[in-house]
T-cell receptor, first 118, second 111 residues
């Protein structure tokens, strides 16, 4: 079946460093990928998304890289700040399978805990 | 801009009691609506989704049900809660031009 996996990572970085969070997915039919940030006691917050026809997309301080050959997704955070400390989730979607619910039927990984030390 | 509201934020209920969690979305029409559950230390699992009023699809067999009485209202219910229903319940919405956006969730503890 489909699965998106984060291997129980915990990432600790110093303020100002760059952070890279990795994610592997197993469904080669997935064509839409998304990263979320979740702070304690809150719902996941959208960070950035990417479609399978792209291999890189940049936002404000964040970059998502997609390697379809090895089914790997990464989130890069530049100049990491203490406010970036949170759990980060990747998620994937097969829009053809999801049909009219296209963006909403996501399969989530288990999350990476990012801790930024001042 | 669109906003999503979920309540209550926390809830403690005894086993066997009923449940009703409510979610409303503002600033959009005919959104797709979703209920996800997050177990402690784990990712999110899709429970239900709805593409329109009265239209509910269930993703996993369970003790819960969902209803959509109005375009921007989504309700998660149970007639009799089980201990295993404890978790963090998240409502979310999309439309054809938006990624999935979540509410701030309800922490349910069944005792």
């Amino acid at each position: 079946g489909e699965s998106v996996g984060l291997h129980l990572p915990t990432l600790s970085v110093q303020e100002g460093d760059n952070s890279i969070i990795n994610c592997a997915y197993s469904n080669s039919a997935s064509d839409y990928f998304i990263w979320y940030k979740q702070e304690s006691g809150k719902g996941p917050q959208f960070i950035i998304d990417i479609r399978s026809n792209m291999d890189k997309r940049q936002g404000q301080r964040v970059t998502v890289l997609l390697n379809k050959t090895v089914k790997h997704l990464s989130l890069q955070i530049a100049a990491t700040q203490p406010g970036d400390s949170a759990v980060y989730f990747c998620a994937e979607n097969n829009s053809q399978k999801a049909g009219g619910t296209s963006y909403g039927k996501l399969t989530f990984g288990q999350g990476t805990i990012l801790t930024v030390h001042p | 801009s669109q906003t999503i509201h979920q309540w209550p934020a926390t809830l403690v209920q005894p086993v066997g009691s009923p449940l009703s969690l409510e979610c409303t979305v503002e600033g959009t029409s005919n959104p797709n609506l979703y209920w996800y559950r997050q177990a402690a230390g784990r990712g999110l699992q899709l429970l239900f989704y709805s593409v329109g009023i009265g239209q509910i699809s269930s993703e996993v067999p369970q003790n819960l049900s969902a209803s959509r009485p109005q375009d921007r209202q989504f309700i998660l219910s149970s007639k009799k809660l089980l201990l295993s229903d404890s978790g963090f319940y998240l409502c979310a919405w999309t439309d054809p031009n938006s990624p999935l956006h979540f509410g701030n969730g309800t922490r349910l503890t069944v005792t």
